[in-house]
């Protein structure tokens, strides 16, 4: 969202999702030297790079993290992201929500970013920015559950294959399928839950959070 015209943004985006996908997230130049502070679950994919089902032809969706560029886009020039959506209606907006203190112990983690209030809290404020911006875009929009995904990963991909209009193969499904781990329910402090609890309702961010028993 800076002064690069968005055609040559786009294509630097595209090339990097490319070149993170052939080369492997393990011999990528950051990801290679950094894999100890993400999941290493991701390395196994790599495999799938061979398989004629997965060979790449066009990039329909490129993905934002829980942290990631648009979102931050939005909160810092939203009225450039809007007219970024205006422009390309095309564009569709996907945002895979995440147990908040699962996603904030991993934040800690990945990003080094401490004590769990302060993660927690940012967790919570870009989701709920990426909710609410992408509830009032005209643009289709569509939410779904990060624990969904992995447990039912065909449901939840279909689900999503269905909503973007793409062909849906019984084939690529499986295979991607066998690949996903399930979400196991993790132990955390009973603090952290507190936590949670009160940085939610601070930023008035229930709906979105509402699937999980932080709230009750």
Known sequence: MNDIPYQTALKNAEDKAFGQFNTGLENDDYFG???????????????????????????RIIGDKKAGGFTQASIDQPEKTRKFLEDHPEAVLLQIIRNPIDAAVSYMRSHRITPFQKACSEIVIKTHVAYVFGKKATNPFLCIYYEKLLNSPEIELKKILTWLGVGIEDDWLRKISTKINKATPKKHLEEYRRLAKDIIRQYEANEEFSVYRILK
């Not at 390395?43 to 790449?56: E, R, S, V, W």
């Open 33 to 59: 030297k950094n894999l100890d502070r993400y999941q290493k679950k991701w390395i196994p994919m790599n495999d799938l790079i061979g398989d004629a089902d997965f060979k790449k032809k066009d990039i």
